[in-house]
């Protein structure tokens, strides 16, 4: 079964602590892609990052950082010194271009609070 | 930078009307998508538009729903007479050559 796990629904953090998201994924796919979108309450989802299954670097975008562990299937995110700003709702999502299917698997969201 | 854009940003419609939702995908686009959101929840894939045709649609996509390509920019989805379960913010989404879907901002959808 293609399934993408978000087990943590609801965290609360105060400001300028770090805090993990966890994104756990299943597929029988070799060649997959994993993302995150950010969806504040405005309610648009916004893109932060894409990463294919070949490619298990850790990136580091600016507070934004992601761990990518093809051995336990997880694609974890990690904002350091969390802003209010940050509060948000955000998803995993998965991609599989040449399963035949289209459509993306997202997962049931992390809701942070970062509080001041 | 190119975007997908959808309207209107919000429509209020009684149960039992038809309601049509609008996106402008990426002009160099092939691939098109709606994704529905009820409020609280994930986002669940709907139906996917490639080459004039449904290539792929989930459970959810019943007989209320179609998905047209009118002309070359726009493209809809038509709910035919809604429900109260209706109620959900869709997005649509498009993709040209790379492997990655671009969303749009969404129509919040309320069935009164």
């Known amino acids: 079964a293609q399934k993408v796990t978000q087990a943590q629904t609801e965290i609360s953090v105060v400001e300028k602590e770090d805090v993990t998201l966890d994104c756990v994924y299943e597929?029988?796919?070799?060649?997959?892609?994993l993302f995150w979108y950010k969806q504040p309450p405005s309610g648009e989802l916004v893109f932060l990052i894409r990463?294919?299954?070949?490619?298990?670097q850790n990136e580091i975008s600016g507070r934004y950082s992601w761990n990518f562990q093809k051995s336990t299937s997880s694609f974890n995110f990690t904002i350091t010194a969390s802003q209010v700003v940050d509060s948000a709702v955000y998803f995993c999502?998965?991609?599989?271009?040449?399963?035949?299917?289209?459509?993306?698997?997202f997962g049931t969201g992390t809701r942070l609070k970062v509080l001041a | 930078e190119p975007e997908v854009t959808q309207t209107p940003s919000h429509q209020v419609t009684q149960m039992g009307q038809e309601v049509i939702l609008r996106c402008v995908p990426i002009?160099?686009?092939?691939?098109f998508y709606w994704y529905r959101q009820i409020l609280g929840q994930k986002v669940e894939f709907l139906v996917s538009?490639?080459?004039?045709?449904?290539?792929?649609k989930s459970e959810i996509f019943d007989d209320q729903f179609s998905v047209e390509r009118p002309d070359g920019s726009n493209f809809t989805l038509k709910i035919r007479s809604t429900k109260l379960e209706d109620s959900a913010m869709y997005f649509c989404?498009?993709?040209?050559?790379?492997?990655?879907?671009?969303f749009g901002p969404g129509t919040r959808l309320t069935v009164t």
């Open positions: 002009s160099n686009h092939l691939y």
């Open positions: 597929t029988r796919d070799t060649t997959y892609y």
């Open positions: 999502a998965l991609d599989r271009p040449f399963s035949g299917t289209y459509k993306y698997i």
């Open positions: 990463r294919n299954s070949f490619d298990e």
């Open positions: 989404a498009s993709k040209g050559g790379s492997y990655e879907q671009y």
């Open positions: 538009f490639y080459n004039n045709e449904i290539s792929e």
